[in-house]
């Protein structure tokens, strides 16, 4: 069993800043790309930012500058920095992840997501 349990949502102000944090927990032998995703009421999800293993990351054109992932192989935890927030980043965000679970299979994990409000 594998989990991944995101973090850190919440109520801020236009302009603010917020940093998820996403934890994968449980049979892991090895985690590959992780990821951030967003969806927002009445919208497809759609990618934020993913960081591979090595630290090579990819973002979504509109958020560069902006958003930041990073990633602690350690701890087996993705991070998403946001900064500057504007009320159009309210969505919930949800973690993924390739991961190769102790029995070798590769499976993608999302987590169950944290909603992100950007308000005055």
């Known amino acids: 069993q594998v989990q991944l349990v995101e973090s850190g949502g919440g109520l801020v102000q236009p302009g603010g800043s917020l940093r998820l944090s996403c934890a994968a927990s449980g049979s892991i032998f090895s985690i590959g790309v992780m990821g951030w995703y967003r969806q927002a009421p009445g919208k497809k999800r759609e990618l934020v930012a993913t960081i591979t293993r090595g630290d090579n990351t990819h973002y979504a054109d509109s958020l560069k500058g902006r958003f930041t992932i990073s990633r602690d192989n350690a701890k087996n935890t993705v991070y998403l920095q946001m900064s500057s927030l504007e009320p159009e980043d309210t969505a919930a965000y949800y973690c993924?992840?390739?991961?190769?679970?102790?029995?070798?299979?590769?499976?993608?994990?999302w987590g169950p997501g944290t909603q992100v409000t950007v308000s005055s």
């Open positions: 993924n992840a390739a991961i190769i679970t102790t029995n070798y299979v590769t499976y993608n994990y």
